[in-house]
C-alpha cells in the first residue's frame, strides 16, 4: 500500500508551522516549527519524502507569495496554494495558532476540502509584480499632484494659464516656487528649524 504524507504549512516571514498526518487519522504524526529559509525547507522535505511515497503539502497564500510552492516542490514534494476563503471554519472556532492553523490544513487537505490557486511562473510573477508597481507609481503620482494643487489652493495660488501638468504649468510651477519661498528655501510662516530635533 502506498503512503502518503499531508502537511499543512502556516507560514510568516521568519517560520514557517508544520503538521504532517496521514489517511483518518486524529492526530498528527508530525509537529515542528522550521524556519522560513530555503535550507531549513529543503532539509525538512528531504526527510519526509525519503520515508513517504508521496508526500502532499499546502499553505494559504499570502504575502510570502509563491517561492514556498517552488522549494517545495524542488525538494519531491507536491505542494497546493490555497486561498484563505477556502478553508473550512466553524462558527464558534475563534483560536488561532500557527501549529493550531497547519494541522487544519494538513486534514482540510486530506479530506479534499481545498481548491487551489493559479501559481505563476516566475515571469508571470515578474510581469504581475511590474505591474502592481507601475499601478502603484501611478496612483502615488496623482496623489502627489493633488496635495501640491491643494497646497497651492490654500495659500490662494491658481495657474489660470490653461490645463494642469502640461509644459507651460510646469514652467509656471518653478515660477511660483521661487516666489514662494524666501531667500533660504523656507515657505513663508514654516522655518526648517521648527522641524528639526
Same mark, same amino acid.
Given at each position: 500500500?502506498? !503512503?502518503?504524507?499531508?502537511?499543512?504549512?502556516?507560514?510568516?516571514?521568519?517560520?514557517?508551522?508544520?503538521?504532517?498526518?496521514?489517511?483518518?487519522?486524529?492526530?498528527?504524526?508530525?509537529?515542528?516549527?522550521?524556519?522560513?529559509?530555503?535550507?531549513?525547507?529543503?532539509?525538512?522535505?528531504?526527510?519526509?519524502?525519503?520515508?513517504?511515497?508521496?508526500?502532499?503539502?499546502?499553505?494559504?497564500? %499570502?504575502?510570502?507569495?509563491?517561492? &514556498?510552492?517552488?522549494?517545495?516542490?524542488?525538494?519531491?514534494? %507536491?505542494?497546493?496554494?490555497?486561498?484563505?476563503? !477556502?478553508?473550512?471554519?466553524?462558527?464558534?472556532?475563534?483560536?488561532?495558532?500557527?501549529?493550531?492553523?497547519?494541522?487544519?490544513?494538513? %486534514?482540510?487537505?486530506?479530506? %479534499?476540502?481545498?481548491?487551489?490557486?493559479?501559481?505563476? !511562473?516566475?515571469?508571470?510573477?515578474?510581469?504581475?509584480?511590474? &505591474?502592481?508597481?507601475?499601478?502603484?507609481?501611478?496612483?502615488?503620482?496623482?496623489?502627489?499632484?493633488?496635495?501640491?494643487?491643494?497646497?497651492? &489652493?490654500?495659500?490662494?495660488?491658481?495657474?489660470?494659464?490653461?490645463?494642469?501638468?502640461?509644459?507651460?504649468?510646469?514652467?509656471?510651477?518653478?515660477?511660483?516656487?521661487?516666489? &514662494?519661498?524666501?531667500?533660504?528655501?523656507?515657505?513663508?510662516?514654516? !522655518?526648517?528649524?521648527?522641524?528639526?530635533?
Amino acid at each position: 500500500m502506498e !503512503s502518503v504524507a499531508y502537511v499543512g504549512m502556516d507560514v510568516d516571514k521568519e517560520k514557517i508551522a508544520v503538521a504532517l498526518v496521514q489517511d483518518y487519522e486524529d492526530q498528527p504524526r508530525m509537529q515542528r516549527v522550521i524556519r522560513n529559509r530555503t535550507e531549513a525547507i529543503e532539509k525538512f522535505f528531504g526527510e519526509v519524502t525519503g520515508r513517504y511515497d508521496q508526500v502532499l503539502a499546502c499553505y494559504e497564500a %499570502g504575502a510570502c507569495g509563491f517561492e &514556498l510552492h517552488r522549494r517545495v516542490t524542488a525538494a519531491g514534494a %507536491g505542494c497546493m496554494v490555497a486561498p484563505p476563503a !477556502s478553508m473550512p471554519k466553524k462558527a464558534n472556532d475563534r483560536v488561532k495558532t500557527d501549529r493550531r492553523d497547519a494541522r487544519k490544513l494538513a %486534514g482540510a487537505l486530506r479530506n %479534499g476540502d481545498l481548491s487551489p490557486v493559479y501559481v505563476p !511562473s516566475r515571469q508571470d510573477e515578474a510581469g504581475r509584480d511590474f &505591474l502592481r508597481l507601475y499601478e502603484d507609481v501611478k496612483s502615488d503620482l496623482k496623489k502627489a499632484k493633488q496635495r501640491l494643487l491643494h497646497f497651492l &489652493l490654500r495659500h490662494e495660488i491658481r495657474y489660470e494659464g490653461g490645463q494642469n501638468w502640461t509644459g507651460k504649468h510646469w514652467q509656471w510651477f518653478e515660477f511660483v516656487g521661487v516666489r &514662494l519661498c524666501d531667500s533660504r528655501g523656507n515657505l513663508p510662516g514654516v !522655518s526648517v528649524g521648527d522641524y528639526s530635533s
